[in-house]
């Protein structure tokens, strides 16, 4: 697409971009908005035309809604921005926290809106203390109560809590469905993607739209299914800590360490320099498609910072090294 820029191979961070991240652009905001998952919706409109249940536990592959999904259910019951919590039960997984959000939904909403909702994503990292805290609010919540369990695991969450949800599988989307949402955006943005690149990001999303939409920022340029395949090889990475990590690094500016020492634990004993090569090649096919000599001179930043092969031995310190001159330059 002329004129665009692509900060990062997935289309996430602020370096000097003008590309929008289409996945956020394009996040349903309401029922009518969402792409599939017919009988998912058709069923909660009536639960919440009702109120009949104020737990509802939404499970499935990564990247096929619970979110959007989550926060829609959150709209429909009359809760404003001010009133919703969201938790990462990844990073928030003790009792002490889950508590403090039990407890917050005792009070009546404040401002506009008449509910409190509470998102709970990944919530199956939880502790069994934590589940416990939130067994009794989850059972018997309070009218402006409701709350929304998001998980990709749902054999880790109790029996206990899934009993008192109404439970549904956000499956992954139809690849017909993927490509048509495709079609949509791309004419929307004015990118002339040709139907092979559709069809190969149609596929390659494996049913999940926010990822057909991260891919398309990839290859909003591309006018070939090689050129194509070359970029969604190297951002193949997007789904793991990987990822994530190199989306901070390229976001650059005040990340806060914590964050990054946070990610780099999630990945365990994987070996670092397998690592090192998936930043190197993420990072890579951002260079690839730089227009901004901001951009270039950042990516070439991170690049130099992990250019020098890692030791396995060393365990994390050298990826931490690495990540450290990359944000500081240290």
């Given amino acids: 697409c002329p004129g665009s820029v692509h900060t ?3 289309g996430y961070g ?5 590309t929008s991240d289409l996945h956020t652009k394009y996040r349903p905001d309401s029922f009518d908005r969402v792409v599939g998952h017919q009988a998912v919706i058709t069923s909660l409109r009536n639960i919440l035309l009702d109120r009949s ?24 019951v009359g809760c404003s921005s001010h009133n919703l919590i969201e938790v990462d039960a990844a990073t928030h997984t003790g ?14 909403p404040f401002g506009v809106g008449d509910a409190r909702v509470v998102i709970v ?25 409701y709350w929304v369990l998001g998980t990709t695991e749902i054999h880790r969450v109790p029996k206990t809590i899934q009993t008192r949800c109404a439970s549904y599988y956000v499956k992954p989307l139809d690849p017909d469905l993927i ?9 929307k943005e004015k990118l002339e993607v040709s139907e092979d690149v559709l069809d190969l990001i149609a596929t390659k999303s494996e049913g999940s739209p926010r990822q057909a939409l991260v891919y398309l920022t990839v290859c909003g340029d591309c006018r070939d299914r090689k050129s194509a395949a070359q970029l969604l090889q190297a951002a193949s990475v997007e789904g793991g800590g990987i990822g994530t990590l190199c989306r901070l690094l390229l976001k650059g500016g005040a990340v806060p360490w914590p964050r990054v020492t946070e990610i780099v634990r999630s990945m365990g004993d994987e070996n670092p320099e397998s690592l090192r090569i998936g930043i190197v090649n993420y990072v890579g096919a951002v260079l690839l498609n730089a227009k901004s000599e901001q951009v270039v ?33 240290k």
């Fill in 8 to 10: 990062e191979a997935l």
């Fill in 14 to 18: 602020s370096v000097m971009t003008t």
């Fill in 53 to 76: 249940s104020h737990a509802f536990l939404l499970h499935g592959p990564a990247g096929c809604g619970k979110t959007t999904i989550a926060r829609i259910i959150a709209h429909e």
């Fill in 95 to 108: 009792i002490e926290a889950m508590r403090g959000v039990a407890e917050s939904m005792l009070y009546q």
């Fill in 121 to 145: 994503d990944e919530c199956h990292r939880l502790s069994a203390q934590a589940w416990a805290s939130m067994l009794k609010a989850i059972e018997e919540p309070l009218d402006h109560a």
């Fill in 179 to 187: 490509y048509d949402l495709l079609v949509e955006v791309a004419k």
């Fill in 297 to 329: 001179v950042h990516c070439l930043k991170i690049l130099d910072a992990f250019s020098e092969p890692m030791n396995q031995s060393e365990r994390s310190a050298p990826l931490l090294l690495a990540c450290g001159r990359a944000l500081y330059g």
